[in-house]
């Protein structure tokens, strides 16, 4: 979700994000077969012969049960920071996700608000492989789902839970699960304190973390500031998804994570936090206006 300051600061675009990774690619493994799904949300945990205990069982779990619903809808809200020889340059995000499954079709609008009060509004359409922006008072216009930059433009709440596949499936395990709430909830969880992120660059979760702070990074590169991962250091990392512990569905995810970036002595602190909170299923179809279709 990509809140990005520039350079001084004075201009903080956050974009729609949390990963679209290409939405088609993410949408079919999460939404196979929902359409044959029962909707009832006792479904899934009484058809287990066995009690879920690793977080793969849980994930598998949760992409049934969100399955169940044609759509969801999420609220987004995101905070992000540079902070610089003591002066920080931030931005908050408030907006809405509407995601499809069982097909590549997700809207996301909302608002970003710099330090200095300047709003710009976003809202993008992605369906199949065509995709439409605008941007404050801009006209729309047509975009790739494909392009690297698309990719941290939309915030795409189904596709965490092939992301947390991956951190679960990589060597060692990287996804801890903890009962929460007296057991009303589960939460997985992957964590990172500081160090290099030359040390961890192959680890998925480091890799999304550098993903999100790419368009930051290539910022500070037009600015003269050298940028590269030899350099970095991931000052700490917390990604936690949220289900809900009798249905399985995604109750929120959170991305919290940062960056020092080493320059003329001193280190620049670059801070990211995203929360997405399932509102319940989406009733509407998600498509592309008329207006905007080819």
Known sequence: MRIRPIRSAAVFVLPLALTLAACGAEAEPAGAGSQETPSSPSAAPSEQAEAPETAEDFLDLAEKAMAEEQAWSFSVKGEEGLTSQGQKSAATYEGTVQRAVGRAALHSQGVSTSSKGKKR???????????????DSAEWKAVSPADPEMRNKADDPIAVIHEFRMYAQAAGGDVKVTEKDGGG??????TSGEQKLSAVRQRAWAKKAKR???????QLRKAGIPVDDARLTLSGLQEVLVLDAKTYRIRSHRLDFGF????????MAFEQQVTMENQGPYDGRIELPADLRR
């Open 260 to 267: 020092l970036i080493p320059y003329n002595g001193q280190d």
């Open 212 to 218: 999100e702070f790419e368009p930051t990074a290539e």
């Open 121 to 135: 509004t976003e809202e993008l359409y992605v369906v199949g492989e065509e995709g439409r922006l605008k941007e």
């Open 185 to 190: 909830t589960v939460e997985l969880r992957v």
